[in-house]
């Protein structure tokens, strides 16, 4: 595999996923958001496998995905991160949903929605924001405070040019965003029932 298959994956766009669900020829849907997340909205027939577990149980979860496989996200970014995941183990098929759930969303296709949260990017948004803006009013009584906004500023900018987020992973282990527990004999036991 080529470096650039491994940094681009193939993607499936809103309108075609659909047709596909519609016409009854639905691909394995995993959606590797957070738990909190995934009750909050989620395309029907998604399966909830939060990126960690992925990452961490992929070999086990290779066996029960042959068929073909859309992983799902909020905008793209950790469905990406799922499908290199994945792809080095060799798993043909697998797709990421080009622009995630606000693209899914965007084209008012129909979510199974449940307990309203905010996502995790609104919640590093907050979090960063709130620690800059602390950090540059503290700086008046405290000039070293000054450090942790740039300090948060250089945290954003490596999260952007590497696509991952230490904050955002942090964030995702609150009670808040953990919703239903979401382990892998569950998911498995899911996987193995609804195989075709």
Not at 73 to 95: D, F, T, V, W, Y
Not at 168 to 177: C, F, Q, R, V
């Amino acid at each position: 595999m080529s470096a650039s298959e491994t940094t681009r994956p193939a993607t499936l766009d809103a309108a075609a996923l659909r047709e596909l669900i519609d016409s009854g020829r639905s691909p394995r849907l995993l959606d590797v958001r957070t738990p909190a997340e995934f009750e909050t909205a989620h395309i029907p027939g998604a399966y909830n496998v939060p990126l960690d577990l992925l990452k961490e149980h992929r070999a086990e979860l290779r066996d029960h995905l042959d068929e073909e496989v859309v992983l799902i996200c909020r905008s793209g970014a950790r469905a990406g991160q799922a499908h290199q995941a994945l792809a080095e183990l060799g798993l043909p098929n697998l797709k990421v949903l080009d622009g995630g759930m606000l693209a899914w969303q965007a084209t008012n296709a129909p979510i199974k929605q449940g307990r309203q949260r905010w996502d995790l990017e609104r919640q590093v948004r907050l979090v960063a924001g709130s620690i800059v803006l602390l950090s540059v009013l503290g700086s008046v009584l405290a000039p070293g405070l000054k450090w942790v906004a740039g300090f948060i500023g250089a945290g954003l900018t490596f999260a952007a040019v590497t696509n991952t987020c230490a904050m955002g992973m942090l964030l995702s282990k609150l009670p808040y965003n953990r919703g239903a527990s979401c382990d892998l004999d569950t998911i498995v036991g899911h996987l193995r029932d609804t195989r075709p």
